[in-house]
């Protein structure tokens, strides 16, 4: 339902899109095909991906990191109820420091809470960076992809 919502948010403002779903929903989506995605991306085409990986004991996470290495993507976006990654849970601790940039491996050392630790390493073997970001507030992920939001960068450790 998330990824036809965001097809028509763009449809509407005049985006080509196409969804690809990783379970078969012939009459709503098409299925997903690597090659299929890498076409309507050469076309100039947005592909929306749904259904995660299409099977149980993996999270959407992983099936974006999985995505983004598959269609060797530049960055993965990460979309939260926070403004980025902290050393604790901004919720819960009101001293709870934001980085601007951390590590892949920090994240994993730490246990911080990004995404599963299966997505975090599946990016970092690909050096995928993820760009972690509050979806929640209005115009947020326009002002992060032109570079003026507030996010934390998921990188390698020489880059962070």
Do not use: W
């Not at 097809?7 to 985006?15: R, S």
């Not at 100039?44 to 749904?50: C, D, K, P, S, T």
């Not at 947020?140 to 939001?149: K, P, S």
């Amino acid at each position: 339902m998330n990824a036809l919502a965001v097809q028509n948010a763009l449809e509407q403002i005049g985006v080509d899109t196409r969804v690809q779903s990783a379970i078969p929903m012939a009459s709503v989506c098409e299925p997903y095909i690597r090659r299929r995605a890498e076409r309507h991306l050469e076309k100039g085409r947005i592909v929306i991906f749904a259904a995660g990986v299409g099977s149980p004991y993996f999270t959407t996470d992983s099936g974006a990191a999985l995505r983004a290495a598959e269609m060797k993507c530049d960055a993965l976006f990460k979309g939260t109820s926070v403004d980025g990654v902290y050393d604790a849970d901004p919720k819960k601790v009101a001293t709870a420091k934001r980085f601007e940039t951390i590590s892949y491996d920090r994240v994993l050392a730490d246990n911080l809470k990004v995404m599963d630790a299966s997505a975090v390493a599946l990016c970092r073997d690909n050096n995928i960076p993820i760009v972690v970001f509050n979806i929640r507030e209005q115009g947020n992920l326009a002002r992060v992809l032109a570079g003026d939001g507030v996010a934390t960068i998921v990188q390698s450790e020489g880059d962070a």
